[in-house]
């Protein structure tokens, strides 16, 4: 039996009797939009999967038929030859996994280097290019102008062929007592490594947690005001170390270099390709950060400086409690792509032959004969470092948003 519903009188045709009933009609799931979209989505999904099969299990089956070994089983094997600069020790007869995980931590390494170095040198030219100083804002700006117009390739080059035209390590250069410049690096006074040191770094990250957590927990309460809890950290964050060296038995001794035959032993040495690559690194990507602090210092309405000083605040009040909050907020988004330039740049050293991840990966692949498996590794890896490094830089940001708001 057909079901029936009151239709509603119409205006136009005049009175019709209450009892008009209309056959109802069920919705149609064909025209219902979320439905479409799903069905929508899932056919595009299920044809880029088939895609994606079609593509491996046709390249597969060609490198088999051409006789090419697939797999990862090559990180097992034998790399037969040793890597220049290495954190961990080595020999010829290590497998090629750790030769990727040596190229690996050279990449972090020298990354971490030239993101501290760039964000500090960075700052300091940012804030010098609104100087009152006609001279030095000038100077600033035409420094700007120059290194982030010319190709971070050629500024590569350009110093690590500088670092080789230095005097050979008998007539090296001596800028400052037990620092040396020759063309086999730059070496210098590094403390000598105890397993009483740990403790003390320890101590040192524990000082600062405590100090972090005391200031999170005094805003907006009654008690200790942030800056006194912050001068109190700092001072816990040197006298705590120091007891725990104290009684720790770790020495303080650093190693100093000496030449001995044709270069320097002891200390720590920058390679000629090291030292290229984080100068070229820092002197590009400052003169990006420099203008990134400068947009975000000039995005702070100018009524608001003007309003600190009639209230009685010094310039460095000014800068650091009203315009620095407020710059951050604009320059922390830009900053984090930056900071992955920096990473990504960073596979440019294989011009110059340091051995970070690209360099000893295209090794790999021309000793195994295998590309595809090594190459996947490589963007994996830089993806996880991209993301890793724009998750805590998001994770600041929206911190820094709270604070503001």
Not at 114 to 130: E, H, N, P, Y
Not at 237 to 259: Q, Y
Not at 268 to 275: D, G, I, K, V, Y
């Amino acid at each position: 039996m057909s079901h029936f519903v009151r239709s509603a009188p119409s205006s136009r045709s005049g009175p019709i009797a209450e009892n008009t009933l209309r056959p109802a009609t069920s919705p149609n799931p064909i025209r219902n939009p979320k439905l479409r979209a799903l069905v929508y989505q899932l056919a595009f999904g299920l044809a880029v999967a088939a895609l994606f099969w079609f593509l491996v299990t046709n390249t597969l089956a060609n490198l088999q038929r051409q006789g090419i070994a697939t797999g990862f089983d090559f990180l097992n094997h034998q790399a037969g030859y040793v890597v220049g600069e290495s954190f961990i020790p080595h020999s010829a007869s290590v497998t090629f996994g750790r030769i990727m995980l040596i190229g690996l931590l050279n990449t972090i390494y020298v990354c971490s280097l030239a993101i501290v170095l760039s964000t500090v040198t960075g700052v300091l030219l940012g804030l010098a290019r609104l100087s009152s100083n006609w001279l030095v804002a000038r100077l600033c700006a035409a420094y700007v102008l120059v290194f982030r117009n010319v190709l971070l390739l050629l500024q590569i080059v350009f110093w690590y062929s500088l670092s080789r035209q230095l005097p050979a390590p008998r007539q090296a250069l001596e800028p400052v007592s037990g620092v040396f410049l020759s063309n086999r690096g730059m070496a210098f006074p590094w403390l000598v490594w105890h397993p009483g040191l740990l403790w003390v770094i320890a101590a040192l990250l524990a000082a600062i947690a405590a100090t972090f957590l005391a200031w999170r927990m005094s805003r907006g309460r009654d008690g200790p005001s942030p800056r006194s809890i912050l001068l109190a950290g700092a001072l816990g964050s040197i006298l705590l170390p120091a007891l725990v060296w104290r009684f720790s038995g770790a020495p303080l001794e650093f190693s100093v270099p000496s030449l001995q035959g044709f270069n320097f032993r002891g200390g720590l040495t920058f390679s000629p390709e090291l030292a290229g690559l984080l100068t070229a690194m820092v002197v590009y990507n400052t003169a990006f950060i420099a203008e990134i602090v400068r947009a975000g210092l000039q995005s702070v309405d100018r009524g608001q400086t003007e309003a600190a000083v009639a209230i009685g605040l010094r310039p460095m009040q000014v800068m650091r409690h009203v315009v620095l909050p407020q710059a951050v907020r604009v320059s922390v988004p830009p900053m984090i792509s930056q900071y992955l330039n920096v990473v990504k740049d960073s596979t440019l050293a294989v011009w110059i032959g340091y051995p970070e991840l690209v360099a000893v990966t295209a090794t790999a692949i021309n000793l195994t004969g295998q590309a595809l498996e090594p190459l996947f590794l490589i963007m994996l890896v830089y993806l996880a470092i991209s993301l890793t490094l724009s998750i805590l830089m998001n994770i600041y940001n929206s911190r820094t948003l709270r604070y503001a708001r």
